[in-house]
């Protein structure tokens, strides 16, 4: 009875081990984002399949825009969050 416990909770452990992949489409690029014309001619290569990095640039509006990207298995990247920031001024009370 115990080993059969034992396999099964072994079982479960296992089966939470997966890797999760990103599949989704992605967020729609804008003017200023890595892939607004298309994907990067560069394949990131060294990168791991489903490591992120950040982008950050002034939109099209002078917005501050955060965006994160994921790369897909097919190192191609897709957009998995984006963020409006704040406009701050300076030397304003």
């Known amino acids: 009875m115990k080993l059969i416990a034992f396999s099964l909770i072994g079982a479960l452990a296992l089966a939470g081990c997966t890797t999760v992949e990103y599949t989704g489409p992605g967020i729609e690029p804008i003017p200023g984002s890595i892939t607004y014309n298309g994907q990067p001619r560069t394949k990131l290569t060294k990168s791991p399949i489903g490591s992120t990095f950040p982008h950050n640039f002034i939109d099209q509006y002078g917005r501050q825009v955060e ?27």
């Open 67 to 93: 965006e994160t990207y994921i790369i897909r298995p097919d190192r191609s990247l897709a957009i998995a969050h984006r963020q409006y920031r704040p406009i701050t001024i300076f030397g304003r009370d």
